[in-house]
């Protein structure tokens, strides 16, 4: 018999599902706090993989994705250990809000410390409990408040195994991302764990083809490891690599009049957004400054001089990327069974 694998104590031995709170630091009306862990072993032996969400506590997709992830059948078919994660920062859910009580980033947190911060404790626990038990992790998010993102998958394609992986995942952008110090990507790779960065939707908002297509590439990607059987007769989305991308920002404060919706195809000089007084009168206008794909928009009509409005990204085939994203809505029928 294998082995009995353990997180916070609590053994969970092959064929077995276990919901384990995992502890962190008490506020101070001496409430205990817990990150809720998720863990389902097959019988036989594979790879171990955690999935997490909500490390932003206002990024909520990833916390339906891994609710609709953990109450799919296709899990009794599963081979290795999932580690399903809905809510890492549980501060910030319970404040709706991106950071913790003391207003750090739990993503830029990593690897942590026992005796730091709030933040760096918690990025401490979360890393030696789930993250180093782990070969592979796919971590869920969405854009910022009022921002949204085009349904895309970050990671180090540089790595073959990963790129495989991202790839495997099903969504038609993949941009080849740089680690950030004190990111969980950071901190797993150094541990020598492979991870993917899913980005789609906006946050405090459920997004429902992000939604279908986070649940749909989880499980790709489980497939793709051999942890569960393939699926016969599906033919994949061939996805798109950019290797860079860069934000257009506001040359003036006023209302904006977008032109260009997430997903377009731009050209160099094309104009996304008008941006007036309250008059009317224009005062700016925001232009693409190359080819691409807009992958991420601001959504709120006011701006400030300065603020970010459209994340592009830069291919050399930008049409088939927009192909791709409408083969993609066209797979995400609201009958299909995961």
């Known amino acids: 018999m294998e082995e009995a694998f353990k997180i916070a104590g609590v053994a969970v031995a092959p064929g077995e599902t276990r919901h384990i709170e995992l502890p962190i630091v008490r506020l101070y009306t001496d409430t205990e706090m817990a990150?809720?862990?998720?863990v389902h072993r097959g019988r036989k032996p594979g790879p171990t993989i955690f999935v997490c969400a909500a490390i932003h506590g206002d990024e909520l997709n990833g916390v339906e994705i891994i609710s609709r992830l953990i109450n799919s059948r296709a899990l009794k078919s599963l081979r290795g250990t999932l580690i399903a994660v809905p809510v890492v920062n549980v501060y910030g859910v319970l404040h709706q809000s991106r950071y913790l009580p003391d207003r750090r980033d739990l993503n830029?947190?990593?690897?942590?410390?026992?005796?730091?911060?709030?933040?760096a404790r918690m990025a401490h626990v979360f890393l030696e409990e789930v993250v180093a038990?782990?070969?592979?992790?796919?971590?869920?998010?969405?854009g910022a408040m009022h921002r949204s993102n085009l349904p895309q998958i970050r990671a180090n394609l540089d790595d073959a195994?990963?790129?495989?992986?991202?790839k495997a995942f099903g969504v038609p952008v993949m941009l080849n991302s740089t680690l950030r110090d004190g990111s969980l990507r950071q901190a797993a790779a150094d541990l020598g764990v492979r991870i993917l960065l899913y980005e789609a939707g906006e946050a405090l908002r459920f997004d429902e083809l992000c939604i279908r297509a986070g649940t749909k590439g989880v499980l790709n990607v489980l497939r793709h490891l051999k942890m569960l059987p393939p699926r016969r007769g599906k033919g994949g989305i061939e996805p798109f690599v950019a290797r860079r991308s860069g934000w257009l920002r506001a040359g003036d404060s006023g209302v904006v009049n977008h032109k260009r919706q997430l997903g377009d195809h731009v050209k160099k000089g094309d104009v996304l957004a008008t941006i007036a007084d309250l008059y009317g009168n224009e005062l700016d206008r925001v232009l693409s400054d190359a080819d691409g794909i807009i992958i991420g928009k601001q959504n709120i009509p006011l701006v400030q001089e300065g603020e970010a409005m459209y994340h592009i990204a830069y291919f050399h085939e930008p049409h088939e990327v927009l192909e791709n994203l409408e083969l993609l809505q066209d797979s995400l029928l609201p009958e299909e069974n995961f």
């Open 35 to 38: 990150i809720p862990v998720y």
């Open 108 to 119: 830029r947190s990593f690897p942590g410390s026992a005796r730091g911060s709030l933040a």
């Open 133 to 142: 038990k782990c070969d592979y992790g796919i971590d869920l998010h969405t």
């Open 161 to 166: 195994e990963t790129r495989e992986m991202a």
